[in-house]
C-alpha cells in the first residue's frame, strides 16, 4: 500500500501515539560512568576539555560514587592517575595502588554499585604505551602477565568486573585463565574488543596524562577504515571468554556496532568517548545546540544501533532527565 492509502504521518500526530510505537528506549540501567582518581584528599580538579568531570581523590570520589548511586545508575567504571610512573607500569598492578585504594573505599560505602575497572597499562607506564616496551616496539606477550596481574589485583581489591582495553591479541584469555586461578571465575570481563586508533581519545589522554610519549597506538588498536575485521575482533574475545563486547568510540561508529550485534550474541557496550563529549558540549556551550535533546538522541542512535549498555560522561544528566 502506497500513499495516498497509506500515510506514515498517521502515528506520529500525538506524542501518545508516538509512545506507543516508539523502538528504542534509553534507560538509565544501559549508563555506565568513567570517573578519574588520583592521589591526594580534598582533590576534586576540574577537567577543562571535560566540562562538568573531574579528576577526584579517593575521598571525594566516594562522595561522588554515592551521588551516582542515588540517581540509580547501575555501574561506574574507574581509570587512576598513579603517584608514579615507571617502563612496566608498577602501579598499576600494585597491592595498595591508586585504583586498589579506591576500589576498597568505594566497596566498604556503597557496597551495590557495580564497580567495573579499565585494565590497561598506559596510565601507569613512563613511556605512555599500553604494553611493555621492547627493542622500541610495544612487546604482546611480555604484556600478558602484567595485563593479568593487573585484573586479579583489582579484584582482589574487591572489583565487579574488569575491562581490558589495551589491545593486546590474547589479553582476554590470559586474564580469564588468571581471575580463575585466583578464585575469581565469577568475576565477569568486558572487553574492549573493538577498539579503533581513534583521535577521539584526546581530552581522556589529558584526563589520565596517558598519551604516548613516542610514537602512537596504531600498531595494536584498530585501522578505522575496517569494519570486517571488528567483526573478528569481536569474535575472538568471545571465544576468549569475554562476558561482553565493547566497540569504541560509538557516535562515529554506529555501523561497527551494527555489525557486531548481528554476528555476537553477547551483551554490547559502547563507549561515547571524551571527544564525543567534549564535541557536543563545546557546541551546546556556545548555544549552538540545545543540551538535553541533543544528548539524549545521540545517545539513543547508540542503542538504536545495537548497543545494550553505553559508557557515557553524560550518563549523570542523563539520569536525572529520565527521572523528570
Ligand atoms: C586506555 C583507554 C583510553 C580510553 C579508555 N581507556 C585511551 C586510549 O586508548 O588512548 C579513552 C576513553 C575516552 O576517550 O573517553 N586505557
Not at 576540574?46 to 554515592?66: A, H, Q, T, W
Not at 579499565?118 to 605512555?128: A, I, P
Not at 567534549?278 to 539513543?300: Q, S, Y
Request: proline letters at 6%.
Amino acid at each position: 500500500m502506497y500513499f495516498p492509502q497509506y500515510r506514515p504521518r498517521r502515528l506520529r500526530q500525538k506524542e501518545n501515539l508516538r509512545r506507543m510505537v516508539r523502538e528504542t528506549y534509553l534507560q538509565v540501567d544501559d549508563l555506565i560512568f568513567p570517573l578519574f582518581v588520583q592521589p591526594g584528599q580534598g582533590v576534586k580538579e576540574p577537567i577543562s576539555s571535560m566540562p562538568g568531570n573531574y579528576r577526584f581523590s579517593i575521598d571525594e570520589l566516594v562522595k561522588e560514587v554515592k551521588d551516582v548511586q542515588q540517581l540509580g545508575i547501575p555501574a561506574i567504571i574507574l581509570f587512576g592517575i598513579p603517584e608514579k610512573k615507571d617502563e612496566v607500569g608498577s602501579e598499576a598492578y600494585a597491592k595498595d595502588g591508586i585504583i586498589q585504594r579506591a576500589i576498597k573505599a568505594i566497596k566498604d560505602t556503597v557496597p551495590d554499585i557495580i564497580v567495573i575497572t579499565d585494565v590497561c597499562l598506559c596510565e601507569y607506564t613512563s613511556h605512555g604505551h599500553c604494553g611493555v616496551i621492547k627493542n622500541g616496539k610495544v612487546d604482546n606477550d611480555a604484556t600478558l602477565a602484567l595485563l593479568a596481574k593487573e585484573a586479579v589485583s583489582h579484584a582482589e581489591a574487591g572489583a565487579d568486573m574488569v575491562a581490558p582495553s589495551d589491545m593486546m591479541d590474547g589479553r582476554v584469555k590470559a586474564i580469564r585463565e588468571a581471575l580463575d586461578q585466583a578464585g575469581f571465575n565469577h568475576i565477569p570481563i568486558m572487553s574492549y574488543a573493538v577498539k579503533y586508533a581513534s583521535a577521539f581519545y584526546g581530552p581522556f589522554r589529558e584526563a589520565a596524562e596517558s598519551a604516548p610519549q613516542f610514537g602512537d597506538r596504531r600498531s595494536y588498536q584498530m585501522d578505522p577504515p575496517n569494519a570486517r575485521e571488528a567483526v573478528r575482533e569481536a569474535e575472538l574475545d568471545v571465544a576468549e571468554g569475554a562476558d561482553i563486547i565493547m566497540v569504541k568510540p560509538a557516535l562515529p561508529y554506529l555501523d561497527i556496532i551494527y555489525r557486531v550485534r548481528k554476528a555476537v550474541n553477547r551483551p554490547i557496550a559502547a563507549y561515547n568517548v571524551s571527544g564525543e563529549f567534549a564535541m557536543l558540549k563545546a557546541a551546546i556551550a556556545n548555544g549552538w545546540l540545545e543540551e538535553k535533546r541533543v544528548v539524549l538522541e545521540a545517545l539513543t542512535s547508540i542503542k538504536r544501533a545495537g548497543a545494550d549498555l553505553i559508557l557515557t560522561y553524560f550518563a549523570k544528566d542523563v539520569a536525572r532527565w529520565l527521572s523528570e
